[in-house]
């Protein structure tokens, strides 16, 4: 399984990024995937996760409103429409599935939000 996560930069506050992740080794069509994020001294949280073809989606409370999480099962891609950023939403994102009983991530990606 390979999770490459793409996107991340320096924004400033009340703007936009869109990050991406490409997925492989899993059968994309058919598994949930999600953004988590983690701030410096704090634990990982989810902020976005969308279900298989269905695509139903839920969002951490911090982000609904703002961000937009959506796949595309053509390119076995997801991506997070980032929008209204703040500088709380500063932190490593990350992508994740949960196949074969255990989580798989990507690397990271940084997403700095100035005020």
């Known amino acids: 399984v390979q999770l490459v996560e793409s996107g991340g930069g320096l924004v400033q506050a009340g703007g936009s990024l869109r990050l991406s992740c490409a997925a492989s080794?899993?059968?994309?069509?058919?598994?949930?995937m999600g953004w988590y994020r983690q701030a410096p001294g704090k634990e990982r949280e989810l902020v976005a996760r969308i279900y298989n073809s269905g695509g139903s989606t839920n969002y951490a409370d911090s982000v609904k409103g703002r961000f937009t999480i959506s796949r595309d099962n053509a390119k076995n891609t997801i991506y997070l429409q980032m929008n209204s950023l703040k500088p709380e939403d500063t932190a490593v994102y990350y992508c994740n599935t949960y196949v074969w009983a255990r989580d798989y991530w990507g690397q990271g990606t940084q997403v700095t939000v100035s005020s």
């Open positions: 080794g899993i059968t994309f069509r058919t598994s949930v």
